[in-house]
């Protein structure tokens, strides 16, 4: 799950790490009143969308009087923002955070994640911040250095050491600095965060570190134990069939395809992607529908598949291990039925009371095109398609 900038700020002060002031506007009516919450000399209007790169499509603007900012928040607000990461379609702007500007010296770059490699926590550091690092690693990967958490001693002088030598931090700049490491790490622990990324950290003018951007994703598994956090999920920001696929306890993706598929188990449905694309075709989701879909689950996924206009086919391949084939069918038949399915349909059934499953469909008398095996079903709904 991810959350705006300014949210991931407001929980960063919470945890004593320095952060610019600022004021959130969710309405355009809002703007003139978060515009004098900040003092300014310079105020810094930022688009909030769940993407990065925004100044890059017009989404950070920075100006040196109240008027500006709120004649530049006027235009953001509603604005279709494209950047790097949102791909062409852009993401409608609904909210804007007004903050002071700040006295810049020197921009650093610096996030934390899981290193699944390692089952660590590890903080990535670069001195060249306020830039692309995908484009650092390309050109300059000797520019950056990763450092390790123990999980059984956390954050040690040793780890901050070799994080201030990477940035060149000396002086009082590294007890701030060893201050900001061991509360990001506190931070990304309770909070089960799975990402957190400051681009750009910044040493300022007065020799201060202060987090001037915050990126910040939770472990989706976790947020049972964290319904502060689930309290900031911004829908409008998801896919809406994501969002109708987790009322289901389905795990969709939703992709630019013309072929969709319900399959269970991911890595099968990684394949299934896959070998669709191997025959020329192009899949239309991710769906795993899990290892004991109901009949109501099966059906709840056809009709999130068919509610994309862009399916011209579905695949269906089911490996019947803790999931009865039988089952599995019944609710194919059944949602079949009920939502009228009119594009073609192949479905690939093999495990457990696979012959019971297959005699359900042939015997439903609806126009179903069984496969033998995952090749084969991929070469028919290609065909098809």
């Not at 934390?112 to 306020?130: E, N, P, Q, Y």
């Not at 910040?216 to 689930?230: C, G, K, S, T, W």
């Not at 192949?346 to 090749?375: C, F, Y």
Request: charged fraction near 25%; hydrophobic fraction near 40%; include cysteine.
């Amino acid at each position: 799950m991810n959350i705006h900038e300014y949210q991931a700020k407001e929980l960063f002060s919470t945890y004593n790490i320095p952060v610019s002031t600022g004021a959130v506007a969710f309405t355009k009516d809002e703007i003139e009143m978060a515009v004098s919450k900040v003092s300014g000399p310079t105020w810094v209007v930022k688009a909030q969308i769940h993407a990065g790169g925004r100044g890059k499509g017009g989404g950070v603007k920075v100006v040196s009087s109240t008027a500006d900012a709120v004649v530049e928040a006027k235009k953001m607000f509603g604005m279709n923002l494209v950047t790097p990461q949102t791909g062409p379609e852009g993401k409608l702007v609904q909210r804007l955070y007004i903050e002071n500007g700040s006295d810049i010296k020197k921009e650093l770059y610096l996030s934390c994640l899981v290193d699944r490699a390692t089952s660590k926590v590890a903080f990535i550091v670069s001195k060249m911040g306020g830039m692309d690092i995908e484009k650092v690693a390309e050109e300059t990967p000797h520019e950056i250095t990763t450092v390790f958490i123990e999980p059984s001693d956390g954050v040690t002088a040793d780890n901050v050491t070799k994080i201030a030598d990477s940035l060149n931090l000396t002086g009082s700049l590294l007890s701030e600095l060893d201050s900001l490491i061991k509360n990001l790490y506190k931070f990304f622990i309770e909070k089960d965060a799975s990402l957190l990324e400051i681009n750009p950290l910044i040493i300022t003018e007065t020799e201060k570190l202060i987090c001037l951007d915050a990126k910040v994703n939770f472990d989706d598994n976790a947020l049972y134990r964290h319904p502060e956090i689930m309290e900031l999920r911004d829908p409008n920001e998801e896919d809406e069939y994501e969002i109708e696929a987790a009322k289901y306890d389905l795990a969709y993706i939703k992709l630019d395809g013309s072929i969709g598929c319900m399959v269970n188990g991911a890595g099968l449905a990684m394949a299934s992607l896959d070998i669709i694309k191997l025959y020329g075709g192009e899949p239309a989701n991710f769906l795993d529908v899990g290892g004991g879909a109901s009949k109501e689950k099966v059906t709840s996924a056809f009709k999130i598949i068919l509610s994309d206009p862009g399916v011209k086919g579905i695949l269906v391949n089911i490996f019947g291990g803790i999931m009865r084939c039988d089952i599995i069918a019944s609710g194919i038949v059944a949602a079949a039925k009920e939502l009228q399915i009119n594009v073609p349909l192949v479905v690939r059934l093999e495990g457990t009371n696979v012959e019971e499953g297959k005699n359900i469909l042939n015997n439903s008398g609806i126009d179903i095109i069984s496969a033998t095996d995952l090749d084969d079903a991929a070469k028919k709904i290609v065909e098809l398609v």
